[in-house]
């Protein structure tokens, strides 16, 4: 799929842009570009692929290497609560802004 460069006009005008003559075409070129990527991409093979949850799953040593979700400092609640002007168990209290 390319777009033309009365394509290009009309999503300019769609999104308020006012585009001269060089940079519509440069804007035809970078988005034609990037369709092309695309259409190689969906032309790879990929039956047989199993779909990731994230990209680092297909490396395990990666996901040996995370940490832990720990806690590691103390609860310093308190201590930086006292500058706050109004606090409420254990709250910021602040002005209502919307009725």
Do not use: C, W, Y
């Not at 999503?11 to 519509?24: S, V």
């Amino acid at each position: 799929m390319a777009l033309t460069p009365e394509d290009i006009g009309r999503i300019a005008h769609l999104a308020r842009l006012e585009l001269d003559p060089d940079a519509q075409a440069r804007m035809l070129a970078q988005i034609n570009g990037f369709f092309d990527i695309v259409e190689r991409m969906r032309a790879v093979d990929t039956s047989g692929v199993e779909p990731l949850a994230h990209p680092l799953d297909a490396l395990e040593e990666v996901s040996l290497r995370l940490r832990e979700d720990v806690v590691s400092e103390s609860d310093q609640r308190e201590a930086n609560q006292r500058s706050a002007p109004a606090v409420e168990r254990g709250l910021f209290l602040v002005p209502k802004v919307i009725e």
